[in-house]
C-alpha cells in the first residue's frame, strides 16, 4: 500500500494524519514482518506479504491513499502534536470550536498519541498533556487586559451509557449516581451532556489531577492483543472564556480530545463474556461513525444518521458542523494485521472528504454593536453625499433626473442636519436592500426547486438506463443464442451442400461408367456375334443340325441378357438421375423446414417465456398466502418454542450462577484465611508505625496551624469569588489574568499573582511579596499533605486486601 502526501488541503476539510506504531516484542516474537515502508510523505504496505492472502497476485495488493501527513515509526510525540494538534488547539484560543480525535485497531497506539505513557516526562507526554501546556502558555503571554475562565469535563461512552469520569458516584452532586447521563442540545450551548461535572480550573496542576483522576475511573480491561485495552470511548472537553476588558467581548471556544476504543475482531482478540459485550458496542458506535463519514462524504445524501449512536450525535458538531477537526489514524505495521490496516486508511481517506463550517463564537459588546451602527450610518451618509453630488452633475449637465430622485433630495435635505438619526433615506435603502434579498431568497428557493428536479430527473433516467441496460443484456444473449443457431444451420446447409456436390460428381462418374459400359458391351457383342459367326461358319459344314440349333439357342440367349443388361444399366441411370432430383428437391426443402423451425421455435419460446412468468406470479401469490397461513399456524408454536428458549437461558443462567459463587466462596475462604495471617503479621508492624505517625502528625498539626492563620489573613483581604454550579462547589470560578503566571508542574514556584518575568515590571509592594510567598508556601504544604494522605490511604488499602504474597 502507497501512500501519497500532499499540502493543499483545504483549511475546511478535516485533518487527517496517520501514525504507523512499531513493531510489539510479541509481533517480533511471532516472526512478524514490518512490510510498511515510510519516509516524510509515503508509507507503502505489502498486504498479504506473510498472511498468504493474495500470495500469486502482483497488483491486486497494492493500494494508494492521500492524507496530510504520514508519521513513521520514530516520529516523537513533540512532532505528532506539533503537526497535528497544535494548530487545533491554538484556533480554540482564537474562539473557534476545535476537535482532536485517534481512530485505529487496538493496540495501533491511540492511548499512547492521546494521553501518553508519562503526563510529565518531556518526550513521552501525548496530545492532552501537551494541549494543557500550551493553553496556559497563550494564557501567560496574552495581554494583562485579557481575563480567562478555563473549565474542563471528562467523560467516557462505555456500553453506550455516558459515565462522567470526574464524579463517577455523583458525591459531589448530593450523591446521585453520574453513570447513564443524557445527551440535550440547545440553540445557545449545542450538543452537551447533562449532569456532566465541569471543574473550574486554575494551573496545569489541577488539569492533570483531573487526568490522573479520570485515567483512574476508566474502565480498561485484557484482551490477548494488549494487556491495559481501552473498553470505553473517553472524551475530554476543555473551554476556554476568554473575555477582553476594554471591548468588553467574550469569545469562547471547546476543544474536545477524543480517545476512541479500538476496533477488534474477536478472533483475535479471544474477548468472552463481558469483554465480548464490550466489544459488540465498540465496533457498533465505530461503524455508527463510519455510516456518518459516509453520508457526509456521499453526494447528493442529505440526511446524516448523527443519532444513531451516542458516540456520534457527541461528534455532531465536529464532523461537518462548527468546529475544526483532526483525525489522527493509527495504523500496525505487522503484516498479520493488513485486514484492520486497510480498513482504517480507507476510513482516514473518507474522512479527509469532510468538509466543517468553522465560525468564531463571540459575543459582542453593547458598545461593539454600537461602533458597528455608527460605522453603517457613515456608510449610508456617504452614500447620500454621493448620491446628492451626482444628482447636481446631472442637473449641470442638463440630464434630466429619473423620477423619485426629487423625493430622495427631500428626504436627504430632511436628514442633512442630523445623519445620526436613522432617516426616510436610510428606511429607503433598507427596502430596497430587503426587496433584493427577497429577489434573491426567492431565485434561490427557485434553483434548489429546479436542482432537485434536475436530481430526480438524473435518478429516473440512471434508473431508465439500468433498466434499458438489463433489457440489452437479455436481448444481447438472445441475440447470441439466434446466431450460434443460425451458425449451426448455416454449416449443415454447408455441409448438406457439399454432399451434394458429392453426389452430383458421382452420378456424373456413374454416366460416364456406365457409357463406357455400354460401349464395352457393344463391343463385346459384335465381337461375340463375329467370334460364333465365324464358328458357325467353320462348323456348318460338319457339325450336325442339331447343334447348329443349339448354337442359335445360346446365340438368342446370349442376346436376351446382353439386352437384359442395357435394360438394367439404363433403369440404374434413371434412378440416379430421378435421386439427384430428388436430392436437390430435399435440400431445398429442408432448408424451407429449418427455417420455419426457427421462427416456430422463437414464437414457442416467446409463449414460453409468458407462460412461465404468468406461472411463477400465480406462484408467488400461492406463495405469499401459504406463508401468510404458515404464519397463522406457527405462532403457537414460536410462542411456546420462544418461552422454552427463555426458560433455558434462565436455568443457564442460574447455574452459571451458582457455579461462579461456588467458585468464588472457595476462592474468598482461601483468601480470608492469607487476610487473617497476614493481618497478625500486620499488626505488630502497624504498631510501630502507630507511633511514628503520631509524632508526624503532631508536627503536621503545627504546620497546619500555621498555614491556616496565614491564609485566613489572606483571604480576609481577597474579594469574594463567584462559587461553581452543583458538581464543582468545592472549587471557585475565578478568572485568569493575561500575563500572569501561577504554580507550574515542572516545579519552578512562582506565586499566584506573580507577572511573567519575561515581560518585566515592577515586583510589587513587601506586603504582596509576602502574601504572594505564604500562597506558595501554602500550596507546597498542601500537596504534601494530600501526598501524604494517599500514602496513608494506600497503605490502609494493602493492609486491608493486599495481594497475595
Same mark, same amino acid.
Given at each position: 500500500?502507497? @501512500?501519497?502526501?500532499?499540502?493543499?488541503?483545504?483549511?475546511?476539510?478535516?485533518?487527517?494524519?496517520?501514525?504507523? &506504531?512499531?513493531?510489539?516484542?510479541?509481533?517480533?516474537?511471532?516472526?512478524?514482518?514490518?512490510?510498511?515502508?515510510?519516509?516524510?510523505?509515503?508509507?507503502?504496505?505489502?498486504?498479504?506479504?506473510?498472511?498468504?492472502?493474495?500470495?500469486?497476485?502482483?497488483?491486486?495488493?497494492?493500494?494508494?491513499?492521500?492524507?496530510?501527513?504520514?508519521?513513521?515509526?520514530?516520529?516523537?510525540?513533540?512532532?505528532?502534536?506539533?503537526?497535528?494538534?497544535?494548530?487545533?488547539?491554538?484556533?480554540?484560543?482564537?474562539?473557534?470550536?476545535?476537535?482532536?480525535?485517534?481512530?485505529?485497531?487496538?493496540?495501533?497506539?491511540?492511548?499512547?498519541?492521546?494521553?501518553?505513557?508519562?503526563?510529565?516526562?518531556?518526550?513521552?507526554?501525548?496530545?492532552?498533556?501537551?494541549?494543557?501546556?500550551?493553553?496556559?502558555?497563550?494564557?501567560?503571554?496574552?495581554?494583562?487586559?485579557?481575563?480567562?475562565?478555563?473549565?474542563?469535563?471528562?467523560?467516557?461512552?462505555?456500553?453506550?451509557?455516558?459515565?462522567?469520569?470526574?464524579?463517577?458516584?455523583?458525591?459531589?452532586?448530593?450523591?446521585? %449516581?453520574?453513570?447513564?447521563?443524557?445527551?440535550?442540545?440547545?440553540?445557545?450551548?449545542?450538543?452537551?451532556?447533562?449532569?456532566?461535572?465541569?471543574?473550574?480550573?486554575?494551573?496545569?496542576?489541577?488539569?492533570?489531577?483531573?487526568?490522573?483522576?479520570?485515567?483512574?475511573?476508566?474502565?480498561?480491561?485484557?484482551?490477548?492483543?494488549?494487556?491495559?485495552? !481501552?473498553?470505553?470511548?473517553?472524551?475530554?472537553?476543555?473551554?476556554?472564556?476568554?473575555?477582553?476588558?476594554?471591548?468588553?467581548?467574550?469569545?469562547? %471556544?471547546?476543544?474536545?480530545?477524543?480517545?476512541?476504543?479500538?476496533?477488534?475482531?474477536?478472533?483475535?482478540?479471544?474477548?468472552?463474556?463481558?469483554?465480548?459485550?464490550?466489544?459488540?458496542?465498540?465496533?457498533?458506535? $465505530?461503524?455508527?461513525?463510519?455510516?456518518?463519514?459516509?453520508?457526509?462524504?456521499?453526494?447528493?445524501?442529505?440526511?446524516?444518521?448523527?443519532?444513531?449512536?451516542?458516540?456520534?450525535?457527541? $461528534?455532531?458538531?465536529?464532523?461537518?458542523?462548527?468546529?475544526?477537526?483532526?483525525?489522527?489514524?493509527?495504523?500496525?505495521?505487522?503484516?498479520?494485521?493488513?485486514?484492520?490496516?486497510?480498513?482504517?486508511?480507507?476510513?482516514?481517506?473518507?474522512?479527509?472528504?469532510?468538509?466543517?463550517?468553522?465560525?468564531?463564537?463571540?459575543?459582542?459588546?453593547?458598545?461593539?454593536?454600537?461602533?458597528?451602527?455608527?460605522? @453603517?450610518?457613515?456608510?449610508?451618509?456617504?452614500?447620500?453625499?454621493?448620491?446628492?453630488?451626482?444628482?447636481?452633475?446631472?442637473?449641470?449637465?442638463?440630464?434630466?433626473? +429619473?423620477?423619485?430622485?426629487?423625493?430622495?433630495?427631500?428626504?436627504?435635505?430632511?436628514?442633512?442636519?442630523?445623519?445620526?438619526?436613522?432617516?426616510?433615506?436610510?428606511?429607503?435603502?433598507?427596502?430596497?436592500?430587503?426587496?433584493?434579498?427577497?429577489?434573491?431568497?426567492?431565485?434561490?428557493?427557485?434553483?434548489?426547486?429546479?436542482?432537485?428536479?434536475? =436530481?430526480?430527473?438524473?435518478?429516473? !433516467?440512471?434508473?431508465?438506463?439500468?433498466?434499458?441496460?438489463?433489457?440489452?443484456? *437479455?436481448?444481447?444473449?438472445?441475440?447470441?443464442?439466434?446466431?450460434?443457431? @443460425?451458425?449451426?444451420?448455416?454449416?449443415? @446447409?454447408?455441409?448438406?451442400?457439399?454432399?451434394?456436390?458429392?453426389?452430383?460428381?458421382?452420378?456424373?462418374?456413374?454416366?460416364?461408367?456406365?457409357?463406357?459400359?455400354?460401349?464395352?458391351?457393344?463391343?463385346?457383342?459384335?465381337?461375340?456375334?463375329?467370334?460364333?459367326?465365324?464358328?458357325?461358319?467353320?462348323?456348318?459344314?460338319?457339325?450336325?443340325?442339331?447343334?447348329?440349333?443349339?448354337?442359335?439357342?445360346?446365340?438368342?440367349?446370349?442376346?436376351?441378357?446382353?439386352?437384359?443388361?442395357?435394360?438394367?444399366?439404363?433403369?440404374?441411370?434413371?434412378?440416379?438421375?430421378?435421386?439427384?432430383? &430428388?436430392?436437390?428437391?430435399?435440400?431445398?426443402?429442408?432448408?424451407?423446414?429449418?427455417?420455419?423451425?426457427?421462427?416456430?421455435?422463437?414464437?414457442?419460446?416467446?409463449?414460453?417465456?409468458?407462460?412461465?412468468?404468468? =406461472?411463477?406470479?400465480?406462484?408467488?401469490?400461492?406463495?405469499?398466502?401459504?406463508?401468510?397461513?404458515?404464519?397463522?399456524?406457527?405462532?403457537?408454536?414460536?410462542?411456546?418454542?420462544?418461552?422454552?428458549?427463555?426458560?433455558?437461558?434462565?436455568?443457564?443462567?442460574?447455574?452459571?450462577?451458582?457455579?461462579?459463587?461456588?467458585?468464588?466462596?472457595?476462592?474468598?475462604?482461601?483468601?480470608?484465611?492469607?487476610?487473617?495471617?497476614?493481618?497478625?503479621?500486620?499488626?505488630?508492624?502497624?504498631?510501630?508505625?502507630?507511633?511514628?505517625?503520631?509524632?508526624?502528625?503532631?508536627?503536621?498539626?503545627?504546620?497546619?496551624?500555621?498555614?491556616?492563620?496565614?491564609?485566613?489573613?489572606?483571604?480576609?483581604?481577597?474579594? #469574594?469569588?463567584?462559587?461553581?454550579?452543583?458538581?464543582?462547589?468545592?472549587?471557585?470560578?475565578?478568572?485568569?489574568?493575561?500575563?500572569?503566571?501561577?504554580?507550574?508542574?515542572?516545579?519552578?514556584?512562582?506565586?499566584?499573582?506573580?507577572?511573567?518575568?519575561?515581560? %518585566?515590571?515592577?515586583?510589587?509592594?513587601?506586603? =504582596?511579596? #509576602?502574601?504572594?510567598?505564604?500562597?506558595?508556601?501554602?500550596?507546597? *504544604?498542601?500537596?504534601?499533605?494530600?501526598?501524604?494522605?494517599?500514602?496513608?490511604?494506600?497503605?490502609?488499602?494493602?493492609?486491608?486486601?493486599? +495481594?497475595?504474597?
Amino acid at each position: 500500500m502507497s @501512500l501519497e502526501i500532499g499540502g493543499s488541503s483545504s483549511s475546511d476539510n478535516v485533518r487527517v494524519c496517520c501514525r504507523v &506504531r512499531p513493531l510489539s516484542e510479541k509481533e517480533l516474537k511471532g516472526f512478524c514482518v514490518d512490510t510498511k515502508e515510510t519516509d516524510e510523505g509515503f508509507i507503502s504496505c505489502r498486504l498479504g506479504a506473510v498472511t498468504g492472502v493474495n500470495k500469486d497476485s502482483t497488483a491486486s495488493n497494492q493500494y494508494s491513499f492521500h492524507f496530510d501527513r504520514v508519521f513513521p515509526t520514530n516520529s516523537p510525540q513533540k512532532k505528532v502534536y506539533e503537526y497535528a494538534a497544535l494548530p487545533t488547539v491554538k484556533s480554540v484560543m482564537e474562539g473557534f470550536n476545535g476537535t482532536v480525535f485517534a481512530y485505529g485497531q487496538t493496540a495501533s497506539g491511540k492511548t499512547y498519541t492521546m494521553q501518553g505513557p508519562d503526563m510529565i516526562d518531556e518526550n513521552l507526554q501525548g496530545v492532552i498533556p501537551r494541549m494543557v501546556w500550551t493553553i496556559f502558555d497563550a494564557i501567560y503571554s496574552a495581554p494583562p487586559t485579557q481575563e480567562f475562565l478555563v473549565k474542563v469535563s471528562m467523560v467516557e461512552l462505555y456500553m453506550e451509557k455516558i459515565r462522567c469520569l470526574l464524579d463517577p458516584s455523583g458525591t459531589a452532586a448530593g450523591g446521585a %449516581g453520574k453513570d447513564n447521563l443524557k445527551i440535550k442540545e440547545r440553540p445557545d450551548k449545542g450538543v452537551y451532556i447533562d449532569g456532566a461535572t465541569e471543574s473550574y480550573v486554575q494551573s496545569e496542576n489541577e488539569i492533570f489531577d483531573a487526568l490522573s483522576q479520570a485515567q483512574y475511573n476508566r474502565t480498561v480491561g485484557a484482551t490477548n492483543m494488549n494487556a491495559v485495552s !481501552s473498553r470505553s470511548h473517553m472524551i475530554f472537553q476543555l473551554t476556554v472564556e476568554n473575555k477582553d476588558t476594554v471591548k468588553n467581548a467574550v469569545k469562547r %471556544g471547546k476543544l474536545f480530545l477524543v480517545d476512541l476504543a479500538g476496533s477488534e475482531k474477536i478472533q483475535r482478540t479471544g474477548a468472552t463474556g463481558s469483554r465480548l459485550e464490550e466489544a459488540k458496542m465498540i465496533n457498533k458506535s $465505530l461503524s455508527a461513525l463510519g455510516n456518518v463519514i459516509n453520508a457526509l462524504t456521499e453526494p447528493g445524501k442529505s440526511h446524516v444518521p448523527y443519532r444513531d449512536s451516542k458516540l456520534t450525535r457527541l $461528534l455532531s458538531e465536529s464532523l461537518g458542523g462548527n468546529a475544526k477537526t483532526t483525525l489522527i489514524i493509527t495504523v500496525s505495521p505487522s503484516s498479520a494485521n493488513d485486514a484492520e490496516t486497510l480498513s482504517t486508511l480507507r476510513f482516514g481517506q473518507r474522512a479527509k472528504m469532510i468538509k466543517n463550517r468553522a465560525v468564531v463564537n463571540e459575543d459582542l459588546s453593547v458598545e461593539a454593536l454600537n461602533a458597528k451602527v455608527v460605522q @453603517l450610518r457613515e456608510i449610508v451618509a456617504r452614500s447620500k453625499n454621493r448620491v446628492k453630488a451626482l444628482e447636481g452633475l446631472l442637473s449641470t449637465n442638463g440630464i434630466p433626473i +429619473p423620477d423619485g430622485s426629487s423625493d430622495g433630495a427631500q428626504v436627504e435635505s430632511g436628514t442633512e442636519g442630523d445623519v445620526g438619526e436613522p432617516g426616510s433615506g436610510a428606511q429607503a435603502l433598507s427596502e430596497q436592500q430587503q426587496e433584493e434579498l427577497a429577489e434573491l431568497q426567492r431565485e434561490n428557493v427557485e434553483l434548489r426547486a429546479d436542482v432537485e428536479q434536475a =436530481e430526480k430527473a438524473a435518478f429516473a !433516467s440512471q434508473q431508465k438506463l439500468q433498466e434499458t441496460q438489463t433489457e440489452l443484456q *437479455a436481448v444481447s444473449y438472445e441475440r447470441d443464442e439466434l446466431q450460434s443457431q @443460425l451458425a449451426r444451420l448455416q454449416a449443415d @446447409l454447408a455441409t448438406q451442400k457439399a454432399e451434394n456436390e458429392s453426389l452430383k460428381l458421382e452420378k456424373k462418374n456413374l454416366k460416364a461408367e456406365v457409357a463406357e459400359a455400354k460401349e464395352q458391351c457393344e463391343q463385346q457383342k459384335v465381337k461375340g456375334m463375329q467370334v460364333i459367326a465365324g464358328k458357325l461358319q467353320d462348323e456348318r459344314a460338319t457339325a450336325p443340325a442339331n447343334i447348329l440349333q443349339i448354337c442359335s439357342r445360346e446365340l438368342l440367349a446370349d442376346d436376351d441378357i446382353v439386352d437384359a443388361s442395357c435394360k438394367v444399366v439404363l433403369s440404374v441411370m434413371k434412378d440416379l438421375a430421378e435421386g439427384n432430383i &430428388r436430392l436437390s428437391r430435399e435440400n431445398e426443402l429442408a432448408q424451407q423446414d429449418r427455417e420455419g423451425e426457427m421462427h416456430s421455435l422463437l414464437r414457442e419460446r416467446e409463449a414460453a417465456v409468458t407462460k412461465l412468468e404468468m =406461472e411463477l406470479a400465480s406462484e408467488r401469490e400461492r406463495a405469499a398466502d401459504l406463508h401468510d397461513k404458515l404464519k397463522d399456524g406457527d405462532r403457537p408454536l414460536k410462542r411456546k418454542v420462544s418461552q422454552l428458549d427463555k426458560n433455558l437461558e434462565q436455568l443457564t443462567v442460574m447455574y452459571h450462577k451458582l457455579v461462579s459463587q461456588n467458585s468464588g466462596l472457595k476462592v474468598e475462604c482461601q483468601v480470608n484465611e492469607k487476610k487473617v495471617v497476614r493481618k497478625d503479621q500486620r499488626i505488630a508492624a502497624l504498631e510501630n508505625s502507630l507511633r511514628d505517625a503520631k509524632s508526624k502528625y503532631e508536627k503536621l498539626l503545627t504546620q497546619c496551624a500555621n498555614l491556616t492563620a496565614a491564609m485566613d489573613m489572606m483571604s480576609s483581604r481577597e474579594k #469574594g469569588s463567584l462559587a461553581v454550579g452543583a458538581g464543582n462547589k468545592g472549587r471557585l470560578m475565578r478568572p485568569l489574568q493575561g500575563g500572569v503566571r501561577s504554580i507550574r508542574a515542572s516545579g519552578s514556584m512562582l506565586s499566584i499573582g506573580d507577572p511573567v518575568p519575561e515581560r %518585566g515590571g515592577a515586583s510589587g509592594n513587601s506586603e =504582596e511579596t #509576602g502574601r504572594a510567598t505564604a500562597k506558595a508556601n501554602a500550596s507546597q *504544604a498542601t500537596y504534601k499533605i494530600s501526598a501524604n494522605f494517599r500514602t496513608s490511604l494506600e497503605e490502609r488499602e494493602a493492609s486491608s486486601s493486599g +495481594p497475595d504474597p
